[in-house]
Structure formats: C-alpha cells, structure tokens
C-alpha cells in the first residue's frame, strides 16, 4: 500500500508499506504528480520505501512506476528513502535527467525532505 505524505506546497511525497502493486502506485502517486506537474513548473519527489524487499524487488510494480514517471519533464528533486542493499536506486530511476537525484537511508528521512524541499545546503 501507499500512502501519501503530508508536505510543503512544493513537493510531494509518498510511503511504501506493505504489499505494493503497480495499480497502487498509478491510483496515488501518478495521478498526484500528474496534478503537481499541471500546478507547478518543478517537481520535488519524495518516495519512501519502508516495506520488506520481497514486497518489491520481485514484482514488476517498481519497474512499472519508473515507466509511468518517465513521461513527465519537469523533475527538479528526486529523493529516494530505503535502507536496501539489493536495489540501486540511481539505476532505477534514471529518469530523472533534468533533475537533482538522491537516495537516503531510512535515518535521513527528515534530511532527505528537507533536501527535496529546496534546501541546498544538505
């Protein structure tokens, strides 16, 4: 399941937990970004992934997301949150070519919304 994070206006953020499909993650989070993406001309996401690696690694969900995020432009700060050794990130979610990139562990939740949320200076 994913749930939505209450933010700033100027990102948007999300926490996996549990049993994650590709229809949970077109229903919260792409229909939320495509709003943002209509509102505003960056988009700052955060996405959490506080769930056991079986929950996502072998599923089709997470490749399906990626694809699903590839077609919007406006990317300005990505931060993925997981403590996972199996998953790199940075291959994953190439997409995000326009933007800033960055994965934090699970302790930094609070740096990374911080970060995604505009302050440079982390």
Do not use: C, P
Not at 27 to 46: A, D, H, P, Y
Request: hydrophobic share 40%.
């Amino acid at each position: 399941m994913i749930h939505k994070i209450e933010t700033a206006n100027n990102l948007i953020a999300f926490r996996a937990l549990g049993q994650v499909t590709t229809a949970d993650f077109k229903r919260v989070v792409l229909s939320e970004i495509e709003g943002l993406s209509k509102q505003s001309n960056e988009i700052n996401f955060l996405f959490a992934l506080d769930t056991d690696n079986q929950n996502f690694t072998e599923s089709s969900w997470l490749n399906d997301a990626v694809l699903g995020l590839k077609q919007f432009q406006n990317w300005n700060r990505v931060a993925i949150v997981s403590d996972s050794e199996e998953m790199n990130f940075s291959d994953g979610f190439t997409f995000n070519t326009t933007g800033e990139f960055r994965g934090f562990k699970k302790l930094a939740f609070n740096k990374a919304l911080k970060w995604v949320g505009g302050s440079s200076n982390l």
